[in-house]
């Protein structure tokens, strides 16, 4: 059973870049079937999602965050990760890494991870 | 961009049904996915592709979705089953949520 696990700083000054990291366990991020994604919910609010990345690299990205997002995959280790560039407050929320599956839903999360923009 | 439409609060009492819609243009033709939120822990899927249950999720749990409305039907609503409840679909535009839904069991 595929598992994620996010870490990254939990604090970004802003305009600064935040920067996230997946980590694969029970599975490999190379099998096919997978999108691994990245979803936002900011506090107290609803889920907002980010974008995905399949294992060949190909990306899709929400519109409203397209020019500021990146998603890239490290096969070598198994994880893949969120860059968000020109952060400000706005961007504060618990970010998750999820697996979409060719059902299109989201079937595995991980635990989540609250990032907050702040001076 | 797509919207999704969803009650702000469902009530239910204890052992009987709960219905958490989720308003769409046209939503019958999309594949609506469900989560349910507890508070401080991540979504969970609980049905997906209308009306399919993932392994593990009780039977208590069934979707629908026809025309406008997709609907998510808690029977034998349980004091566990109170949480935030998210439809979602995929759109030209991407992943699209719907506002949420909290229900409480009383």
């Known amino acids: 059973q595929v598992q994620l696990q996010e870490s990254g700083p939990g604090l970004v000054k802003p305009s600064q870049t935040l920067s996230l990291t997946c980590t694969v366990s029970g599975g490999s991020i190379s099998s096919g079937g997978y999108y691994w994604s990245w979803i936002r919910q900011h506090p107290g609010k609803g889920l907002e999602w980010i974008g995905y990345?399949?294992?060949?690299?190909?990306?899709y990205y929400n519109p409203s965050l397209k020019s500021r997002v990146t998603i890239s995959v490290d096969t070598s280790k198994n994880q893949f990760s969120l860059k968000l560039s020109s952060v400000t407050a706005a961007d504060t929320a618990v970010y998750y890494c999820?697996?979409?599956?060719?059902?299109?839903?989201?079937?595995?999360w991980g635990q989540g991870t609250m990032v907050t923009v702040s001076s | 961009s797509y919207e999704l439409t969803q009650p702000l609060s469902v009530s239910v009492a204890l052992g009987q049904t709960a219905r958490i819609t989720c308003g769409g243009n046209?939503?019958?033709?999309?594949?609506v996915h469900w989560y349910q939120q507890k508070p401080g822990q991540a979504p969970v899927l609980v049905i997906y592709?209308?009306?399919n249950r993932p392994s593990g999720i009780p039977e208590r749990f069934s979707g629908s979705n026809s025309g406008n409305t997709a609907t998510l039907t808690i029977s034998r609503a349980q004091a566990g089953d109170e949480a935030d409840y998210y439809c979602q679909v995929w759109d030209s535009s991407g992943g699209v949520f719907g506002g949420g839904t909290k229900l409480t069991v009383l």
């Open positions: 999820a697996t979409r599956t060719n059902s299109g839903a989201f079937d595995i």
């Open positions: 592709r209308d009306s």
């Open positions: 990345i399949y294992y060949s690299g190909s990306t």
């Open positions: 046209n939503i019958g033709s999309k594949n």
